[in-house]
């Protein structure tokens, strides 16, 4: 990616998705969805339960 911010961006598309797959009483919705490593391996970000579901209810 270009960017850290467009890795983010990506990384927040991709657990919006994944919120479509989970089952509210089924599914645990705590915890992260989607990390964002770097070349090596290193955390940069985690993107969480929480902040997909806002990210969603804010996108067009």
């Known amino acids: 990616m270009p960017s850290l911010e467009d890795a983010r961006e990506e990384a927040v598309r991709c657990a919006i998705d994944l919120l479509v797959d989970l089952q509210p ?31 969603r209810l804010t996108r067009p």
């Open 25 to 55: 009483g089924t599914d645990d919705l705590s915890g992260w969805l989607v990390r964002l490593r770097d070349e090596n391996g290193e955390l940069l970000y985690a993107i969480d339960v929480q902040e997909a579901e806002a990210a």
